[in-house]
């Protein structure tokens, strides 16, 4: 028979979900209004026929990311959302036959990228009151360490590592010769990031997206910060043209106005965060505290499937847990306006 | 030391060029127009902050696709443009230790690919006068073949391979387990494809692309065409969430408009060729026969470095022939406009 590789011949992937246009989408974490309409405006008056006609050229927003962070332009490279990105650190640095270590729950590909590495994955369990013990993973790193992931805020649980609890795992990552991946998708939400490290450790990889504050999850545009080898070592590997021309528009549009465009959508977020919080105490829910903008939410009567299908039949999207994070009811949070439909609808469902 | 992938580790890759949108570029095989301005309005129009808010969700341009041109849904799967469907290809199918077979000069990326996954390149050169002996392909098809690949028509050459000929090569190819990807980037300015041959033969990929003859370079939109297991093989490994939805946007645009649209920019390709084709024989000058949207065309009395720096100087790009193809100017064929500006520069430099 033909040759396929041995992995991917039966590897199972889940299929995403489509048809989301027309709900209210509180199930993965978007901004369901997208970007301000003048930063839309003022971007897609650079987009015509001729533009399009052109080959990406990412150079530009390379450098103007790295120089707004205070890194060099060889800091950095672009990716085609940060999930492709994590492929390609796994692929590039993860050994096979090696551990990579993560928290669990967390986001679901670290596991199907290790998966495909031919990496195992060791999960790193919360306690029962969904606080993160440190000491559980850093008794983890060994020999057989190849990466340690950490989301930051993790999702969905929404819990922050504080930069000292970083810095213990990337010192005992380094001598077993260990990368660690710091996953800022949710830098924004939580204002601290760990992007110096990069400057103080030679086995720091940061990843973010553009899909998440900064709303263009349509778009795909992701990145990877970290020192000059690694970058050259993930452009070896890298396609060209993988990072489309409207993305990097978009990013260019973005990073020139950027406090005005954080400051904008923050305040949306954070009023909405606001809202949520006070209705969920007043209805009497409990949540997880969260840096994210997810929250996990425990029903109080039915069963988190059955208030996440009847919302689908009232025009709301949830996400609802499954396997570490089963229970909860995650939600995306995110405009008041959503926020009120969500507490609406949940406290007639739930009852 | 950290590991890192030993063949990245040392893998040497060329820079793309940048900083090209001041020039009349006929150096990459775009249209320098891009899409046509009515079926760019109708498409931007769903276009908006809400839209770019929303994850991607390929399924309805994939089953347009795939109904268009008599196949099911799950004998196509869509990819970032189709240098990555290449990459998808070569690391699922491509069984390291063997033997990729293509042409040369052919698309560069096939041999990257396949040193990156440990193959061999085998390459078929063609004869003194650029014709293609297929006997000489068929040759080298053995127990040591993993994958032949026919770029059909064939870059920067612009020959092309008979169905009689693919059909050997299919066949030869399945005696020894290797499957064949016909690359038909360039497919619409030669308007024969090998798609019917996927119901017919196992070890049949064709790939293509939305870059040329439809114009849209910058947004990234290939895909590849392969019976339901191929594709489920690559479905198990492409990342979700690769191909933006402005992309998807213009895809169902154009496979909506498809035949309007092929006949417009035919149209205008056509003339440009007729055009060009004229004046180079008016000017006295020596070219390939091509069936793609380039031509070869040799230099009469500088070298071909020379002319390419002059006429950048004079902002209209081309490409100079390296390798295989050193000592030839290629030019990209499109609007007559672009075609008079190259022969007016050509013929004062080049004197």
Known sequence: MYYVDPVIRSFLRTKQ?????????????????????????????????????IYPEDTALTEKYASFFGLQADNVTLTDGSVVAMGYVIK??????????????TFGMYKVYADMQGMNTVFVHYEDDYTFNIDKLLDEINEETGLVSLVNPNMPIGNVYSEEE???VIIKAREYNAQVVIDE???????????????????VIILRTFSKMFSIPALRLGLIISNKD???????YKPHYTINSVALAFGKSIMDNHDRVVRELTDKFQQGKNYLLKALD????EYLPTEGCFICVYPKHKTAEE?????????????????????????????????KSFMDALVEIDA
């Not at 993860?94 to 928290?103: S, V």
């Open 92 to 105: 590039v640095f993860g050994e096979p036959g090696k551990n990579l270590i993560c928290a669990t729950p």
């Open 230 to 236: 690694n970058i050259q070592y993930v452009n070896n």
């Open 166 to 168: 970083i810095k213990k």
């Open 17 to 53: 979900p489509e048809g989301r246009g027309a709900y209210i989408r509180l199930d993965q974490n978007e901004n369901p209004d997208g970007v301000p309409q003048w930063l839309f405006d003022e971007t897609m008056r650079k987009v015509t026929p001729e533009f399009l006609s």
């Open 185 to 203: 998708a949710y830098y924004y939400f939580y204002d601290k990031s760990s992007i110096s490290l990069v400057k103080e450790f030679d086995n």
């Open 307 to 339: 208030i996440t299908d009847q919302l689908k039949e009232k025009g709301i999207l949830i996400f609802c847990g499954k396997g570490d994070s089963a229970g909860f009811l995650r939600i995306t949070i995110w405009d008041e306006k959503y926020m």
């Open 282 to 285: 007043d209805a009497g829910y």
